[in-house]
């Protein structure tokens, strides 16, 4: 990657991470409890040599893998992803994996359908390493069935002949006679800034402000063009011209960054919006105990770090954070400031009822784009 300035003092920096995760649980009202405490036992010994790891293509590095399947002679079958919603109706459908990483949003509708496994914290010691600040969180109580992984932020891209000129969502919608949007084909994220635009919340379970974000998106809907999951092939989008902004996230700003490309991320003034990924296992799981022993040998500090310095997502991992490249611990992109997170949304799960609203409200959109 490319050099990254924003150095700041050791001891600022720590601090400055304190508050965000301080920050992110108080947007979720819970107070931290202490980590399920692992028994003093031996972890089992895996009762086969197999793990089916369903993530996104880009989530893991090789090495991570290999030294994994070195240690413990298992081997991994990688299979990828592209986008949460085919993950999650993958599983809904009955497919086979052992451990799968899902986003906060998804996780409570897989646990009231019976879909996910209970974790056995006996088997992973190395979870005392994840920050009390991201645990036991409202989507996932004692975290019964899912370990705290990365987290980042949504936000936007636009070309730098637009740098100071579009500064919230709202601003998007003055783009309308300049050039197209490129979005993501999820409802969240893209009814999501058409609710911010409109001054409401990124969770509004109102159907009222639904509809509201809906018609608020149709004023522009001849400018929206879909953009594939992967930055590899989003960022090329905006950058030969085709949309003049994109509803991105971190990756897609450190891509645009690494090849050089004239793009800013904007973290919009009218507040940023922030997610998690967790790792889950499958209630029909063949493999849960490799699945246990891969997630306690990925928590490693060590092991956590690489991930971190090959992927560039921040990491709950409080251990890990000493051993990551300090270009990375420096990187705004990555780690943003403080008044960045302080005016941020945390994306966060939402009942059945609303969560099958926006479904439908998004097809309802897709529809219009036909």
């Known amino acids: 990657m490319s050099n990254r300035s924003y150095i700041v003092p050791k001891l600022v920096r720590l601090l400055l991470f304190v508050l965000i995760v301080s920050w992110l649980a108080a947007c979720d009202s819970l107070a931290a409890p202490p980590a399920p405490t692992p028994a003093p036992t031996p972890i089992p010994a895996p009762a086969s040599n197999e793990l089916i790891f369903y993530d996104w293509g880009d989530g893991m590095p090789s090495t991570v893998v290999e030294a994994f399947t070195e240690q413990h ?5 990688y299979l990828a992803y592209d986008s949460q919603e085919e993950a999650v109706n993958n599983m809904k459908a009955g497919e086979t994996y052992d451990l799968v990483v899902l986003e ?8 009231n359908e019976g879909l996910l496994a209970e974790i056995d914290y006996r088997n992973i010691p190395n979870f005392k390493h ?9 989507y996932d109580p004692g975290n019964k069935h899912s370990v705290p992984f990365t987290w980042g932020t949504t936000a936007f891209l636009v070309t730098t002949d637009y740098e100071g000129q579009v500064t919230s969502w709202v601003d998007l919608w003055e783009l309308h006679s300049e050039g197209k949007i490129g979005i993501r084909d999820g409802a969240r994220e893209s009814l999501g800034f058409a609710l911010k635009s409109l001054g409401y919340s990124i969770n509004s ?3 009222a402000q639904l509809e509201e974000a809906l018609q608020r998106l149709l004023e522009i809907k001849q400018d929206i063009v879909l953009v594939d999951s992967y930055a590899e092939t989003a ?15 971190t990756e897609d700003a450190l891509y645009a960054r690494e090849e050089n490309e004239p793009l800013v991320y904007v973290f919009p003034g009218d507040g940023t919006m922030l997610w998690g990924d967790n790792f889950v296992i499958p209630a029909n799981s063949p493999n849960k105990e490799n699945a246990e022993l ?3 040998f990925i928590l490693e500090p060590e092991f956590n770090a690489e991930i971190v310095n090959e992927t560039y997502y921040a990491t709950a991992n409080e251990a890990a954070r000493s051993l990551v490249n300090p270009e990375i611990q420096e990187d705004t992109l990555i780690f943003p400031p403080i008044e ?6 945390v994306i966060l799960p939402l009942s059945p009822e609303s969560t099958k609203l926006y479904d439908q409200t998004w097809e309802r959109f897709k529809s219009e784009l036909e």
């Open 235 to 249: 960022v090329p989008v905006i950058t030969r011209g085709d949309v003049v902004a994109m509803i991105g996230w």
């Open 130 to 138: 994840v920050l009390a600040n991201f645990r036991d969180l409202n």
């Open 73 to 77: 002679g298992i081997e991994v079958t």
């Open 205 to 207: 379970e109102d159907p």
């Open 104 to 111: 906060n949003q998804f996780v409570p509708d897989m646990i």
């Open 294 to 296: 891969f997630l306690n």
């Open 340 to 345: 960045v997170l302080q005016n941020a949304e």
